[in-house]
Antibody, heavy 122, light 113 residues
Framework: QLQLQESGPGLLNPSGSLSLTCSVS??????????WGWVRQPPGKELEWIGS???????YYNPSLASRVAISVDTSKSQFSLRVSSVTDADTAVYYC??????????????WGQGTLVTVSS | DIVMTQSPDSLAVSLGERATINCKSS????????????VGWYQQKPGQPPKVLIY???ARDSGVPDRFSGSGSGTDFTLTISSLQAEDVAVYYC?????????FGGGTKVEIK
């Protein structure tokens, strides 16, 4: 059974950088051609797609965040990562990592991590 | 961006009754080359990640009870719960994966009347 687990700091200062890692177990990122993505959800609000990455590092980003976001993949560790720079309180959210159920980002997400709350506050 | 507009924002349904959630996309999400609608439906319970129920507008994911069904094409889509069970209390989201940025609807909260 595929499992995804987010990890990273839960509290950040404004203007700092957010770095999260998603560890994939029960299956290797490099063994298949799936795409992997990040989605966030501010408290009590709707879901927002941040971006997605292939196992060879091809990326797609939400234009609303693209200038501050980078997603990378480390197949040797079966992990992919998210970095968001210049954070503000608007970046406070639960951050989920997830897998697209196909070989492009034009597929829905079928496996999700449990999510990690990131709070931006001074 | 394709805007996904869900209605209603919330609804209360008696146990065993039908629940219907609508989702309208600001442009068509039907890909003509494969005749597929690039829409999915998710269920999210408190403190949990979303769970995919339906993809390609009407294909039920493995293990999803058959009381959940999806329909629609082009710009108008519906998720129906034919006989509401207590465990179906959740927020439901539609999502389009037709074009970037991928976008979700605002969610519909389903409760027991």
């Amino acid at each position: 059974q595929l499992q995804l687990q987010e990890s990273g700091p839960g509290l950040l200062n404004p203007s700092g950088s957010l770095s999260l890692t998603c560890s994939v177990s029960g299956g290797s990122i490099s063994a298949t051609t799936y795409y992997w993505g990040w989605v966030r959800q501010p408290p009590g609000k709707e879901l927002e797609w941040i971006g997605s990455v292939s196992y060879v590092g091809n990326t797609y980003y939400n234009p609303s965040l693209a200038s501050r976001v980078a997603i990378s993949v480390d197949t040797s560790k079966s992990q992919f990562s998210l970095r968001v720079s210049s954070v503000t309180d608007a970046d406070t959210a639960v951050y989920y990592c997830a897998r697209h159920c196909g070989d492009s980002a034009y597929f829905p997400f079928d496996y999700w991590g449990q999510g990690t709350l990131v709070t931006v506050s001074s | 961006d394709i805007v996904m507009t869900q209605s209603p924002d919330s609804l209360a349904v008696s146990l065993g009754e039908r629940a219907t959630i609508n989702c309208k996309s600001s442009q068509s999400v039907l890909y003509s080359s494969n005749n597929k609608n690039y829409v999915g439906w998710y269920q999210q319970k408190p403190g949990q990640p979303p769970k995919v129920l339906i993809y390609w507008a009407s294909a039920r994911d493995s293990g999803v009870p058959d009381r959940f069904s999806g329909s629609g094409s082009g710009t108008d889509f519906t998720l129906t719960i034919s006989s509401l069970q207590a465990e179906d209390v959740a927020v439901y989201y539609c999502q389009q994966y037709y074009s970037f940025p991928l976008t979700f609807g605002g969610g519909t909260k389903v409760e027991i009347k």
